[in-house]
């Protein structure tokens, strides 16, 4: 009955927050001006965003969502993943996208997908609370795997922002973006690199938490790496050479 209910609440959360996505991309791809403010290397990251989110990350929300109902566990992992790649996307929206009539909406969707992913984390520690860590699990693999991507994105943003310092001025994607500092650079500085590399550790260490967290960390490197692909190529086909924020 415990896992009826969790699949249940997490079919429930995953709705309104798959409207929420669906209204924000509609008007950001269809509705003239909701851009308006932004520099056109901003204007063209957002739309590309949005068309990763309606045409992506909604679909396997609602797909995760419906068979996690039906109390598969391995949709409720990528689930999980999921809502931290929403956390890591509408955080930009809020903080880095001019206010505009949408602001609510962003706003919503950061909140909801941040509970959501505070419910998974609670449920799923009290799943696996007990379990042995499996043998078969490539563990030094992906434990090494993790700490090599974060250590090139930090040696990545580093190399931009570590001379603008040193030279009082401001890294080129600050002014193609038209913003004040870079949210990817926050984000991933601050929080998701050093949750890449903690992960590894526990993972390496064979600590029942990395169950948890490294299907969790590879969902959300497989969706951050598809989104970065798909925005680069609208940004080629806009006309812009850069590579996105």
């Known amino acids: 009955m415990s896992e009826y209910k969790q699949d249940r609440t997490i079919l429930y959360l995953s709705l309104p927050l798959a409207v929420l996505i669906i ?3 509609y008007y950001g791809l269809f509705v003239p001006g909701t851009y308006a403010r932004e520099t056109f290397n901003w204007y063209v990251q957002a739309i590309g965003q949005d068309m990763v989110d309606l045409f992506l990350i909604v679909p396997l929300l609602l797909l995760t969502s419906l068979l996690a109902y039906k109390h598969n566990k391995t949709s409720i992992t990528i689930w999980g993943g999921i809502n931290v790649f929403i956390i890591y996307t509408y955080a930009i929206y809020c903080f880095d996208v001019h206010f505009n009539g949408l602001f609510l909406v962003y706003c919503f969707i950061l ?3 941040f509970y959501s992913f505070i419910y998974f984390l609670i449920t799923q520690t009290k799943s696996n609370f007990g379990i042995q860590f499996p043998v078969k699990i490539p563990a030094r693999t992906i434990g ?7 250590c090139l994105f ?13 030279g009082g001025t401001i890294p080129k994607s600050l002014s193609d ?23 590894a550790i526990l993972l390496l260490k064979k600590r029942p938490l990395s169950l948890i967290l490294t299907p969790l960390m590879l969902t959300f490197c497989i969706l951050m790496a598809l989104s970065i692909s798909i925005l680069i190529i609208v940004m080629k086909l806009k006309g812009l050479a850069g590579t996105c924020q």
């Open 23 to 25: 209204i924000n991309s």
């Open 111 to 113: 909140g909801l997908s």
């Open 144 to 150: 090494v795997f993790f700490i090599i991507i974060a």
């Open 154 to 166: 930090y040696l990545t943003w580093l190399k931009e922002i570590v001379p603008a310092i040193a």
């Open 177 to 199: 973006g038209g913003i004040f500092t870079n949210p990817v650079h926050v984000l991933d500085l601050s929080i998701f690199l050093p949750a890449l590399i903690i992960t």
